[in-house]
């Protein structure tokens, strides 16, 4: 199964994480997120891959959350991602998504933890 990047070229770390990935000849189905949003499904699979809360998918520090008028802390579940899904910008990242299992890059070193050897 081809690992899937959840992306913005923006983001320093998310460039760092390609860059990791591409120097060990992995060449990862790149998700720009902020174009292509995931939806709801989608987030509740990566969020039963990664080893962490669902709260550790968001970046709580996002504007969204005050413009929205919500708290990050506030929201729970599919709530939570529910406001990914209409919010992607505070989607944490990049996440790399290997068949079941998933990983936050922050730092961009641990997605390397999923690879296959």
Known sequence: MKPI?????RCSK???ALAL??????EPEIV???DQPPDLPTLQAIAEALDEPIGAMVRPQEAAWKDAGERPEALQGDALLR???EHPKVLQR???VVGRRARIGRPPE???EILPE
């Open 21 to 26: 990935l591409t120097a060990r000849g992995v």
């Open 83 to 85: 406001f990914v899904v």
């Open 5 to 9: 990047l959840y992306h913005n070229p």
């Open 32 to 34: 720009r997120y902020l």
């Open 110 to 112: 641990r997605i390397l």
């Open 94 to 96: 990049p996440i790399l």
């Open 14 to 16: 998310s460039r760092q």
